[in-house]
């Protein structure tokens, strides 16, 4: 079993930034993919953006050069920093991980943007 925790989601103002926190914890066996979903009221979730264990990164487009996700190994811990939020970024943010063919999702953090 692994476990996923996220946090830092909030209400910012349009332009604003937030970062947020995933920590796993669990059965993890070394260092997988992690990966940010978000979801808007009334839509499906979409996967948001990417990192494998060796670092690179994959960003869907709407957020390629405001977003950017990054891990600490050592924490089990993977983040992501939005900058330059817009209203159409307010969502719940899911942090997933695939272990050993098993799929797991966080809690959620809701990010709300203002315009």
């Known amino acids: 079993q692994v476990q996923l925790v996220e946090s830092g989601g909030g209400a910012v103002q349009a332009g604003g930034s937030l970062r947020l926190s995933c920590s796993a914890s669990g059965s993890i066996f070394g260092t997988p993919a992690m990966a940010w979903y978000r979801q808007a009221p009334g839509k499906p979730r979409e996967f948001v953006a990417l990192i494998d264990p060796s670092g690179r990164t994959n960003y869907v487009g709407s957020v390629k050069g405001r977003f950017t996700i990054s891990r600490d190994n050592a924490k089990n811990t993977v983040y992501l920093q939005m900058n330059s939020l817009k209203p159409e970024d307010t969502a719940v943010y899911y942090c997933?991980?695939?272990?050993?063919?098993?799929?797991?999702w966080g809690q959620g953090t809701q990010v709300t943007v203002s315009s």
């Open positions: 997933n991980t695939i272990v050993r063919s098993d799929t797991y």
